[in-house]
């Protein structure tokens, strides 16, 4: 099967800039998603890249590169909410709307 | 307003028993689906329903059953054949968009916990 693979865990500060990186197999792969999860909550909707390149939304970013299977999330001006659980998802080609999650990345934002 | 709603929030199960966890969604999606999440793990595809009356298995249906008769219900039921049903439930939704990149809707999630 694919695999996603993303740190298990980050600790930055606020104010500061976070790079949250995601590696995958290129086979089969057409699309990322990156979602955020608070802890017992629903994940939701963050960012998703299907060309190469970076999609600028606020203060989350998003690159993609598919010719190296590697993606990463970009935080900027971190504050204590961001403190969170960020998912990388890739999208399967020819499987209908299926997603493989990563195992996520828990972001510790400290003062 | 729009959204998915997954009933109940917390669920017990005895041994041997059957539980049903609900999924109603009002956004008219045609696909929706159902992932199971462990403490320190990502979420895991069970099944999937692109259509009306019709779902695929996922990574891990062994012990679930599904079934989609309306387009806005997707139920899950887990058997007493699920041996470790100890997890949380999270169903999602989303439109057939072309090329697949629409994003799936999440539920706020059922957690179900062994008696």
């Known amino acids: 099967g694919q695999n996603i693979d993303q740190p298990t865990e980050m600790t930055a500060t606020e104010g500061a800039i976070v790079q949250i990186n995601c590696t995958y197999q290129t086979s089969g792969f057409n699309g990322l998603f990156w979602y955020q999860q608070h802890a017992g909550e629903a994940p939701t909707f963050l960012s998703y890249n299907v060309l190469d390149g970076l999609e600028e939304k606020g203060r989350f970013s998003s690159f993609l590169s598919r010719s190296k299977g590697y993606s990463y999330l970009l935080l900027k001006e971190l504050q204590m909410k961001d403190s969170a659980s960020y998912l990388c998802a890739g999208w399967l080609t020819g499987g209908g709307n299926k997603l493989t999650f990563g195992t996520g990345t828990q972001l510790k934002v400290e003062l | 307003d729009g959204g998915i709603t997954q009933s109940p929030k917390y669920l017990f199960r005895k041994e041997g028993q059957n539980v049903t966890l609900s999924c109603e969604q009002n956004l008219n999606h045609d696909a929706m689906y159902w992932y199971r999440q462990d403490p320190g793990q990502g979420l895991r595809l069970i099944y999937y329903s692109q259509i009306v009356n019709d779902f695929q298995k996922g990574d891990i249906a062994e012990g679930y059953s599904v079934s989609r008769e309306k387009k806005e219900s997707f139920p899950l039921t887990v058997t007493s054949a699920q041996k470790n049903p100890t997890a949380f439930y999270l169903c999602?939704?989303?439109?057939?968009?072309?090329?697949?990149?629409?994003?799936?809707?999440f539920g706020d999630g059922t957690r179900l916990s062994i008696l």
């Open positions: 999602a939704s989303s439109s057939r968009g072309q090329g697949g990149n629409q994003p799936q809707h």
